[in-house]
């Protein structure tokens, strides 16, 4: 099973490298280090609300391809909630 926070951070992932633009130009736009851009793909951080809102601008994507909230509310079992 995994995790939703296992969850967001393969998308986060999935999504930076899809958009061909390098964690230093994501960090930068959005106002955050490199280091926590690497956190969040790694699963050791995650974006608040504010920062995921940049963060799907800046990869243009919307919040639902990082959080999956469709998805999960029809798969409740296949992901756990902290």
Known sequence: MKSLDAVI???IKREIETS?????EIARAIGVAVPTVSQYC?????PSLSTL???CAV??????DILEVKH??????NVTLK
């Open 9 to 11: 951070s393969n998308n």
């Open 20 to 24: 061909g633009k390098t964690k230093t």
């Open 42 to 46: 790694s699963g050791r951080a995650q």
């Open 53 to 55: 809102s940049k963060l």
């Open 59 to 64: 990869l243009d994507c919307s919040a639902d």
């Open 72 to 77: 999960n509310f029809n798969l409740q079992k």
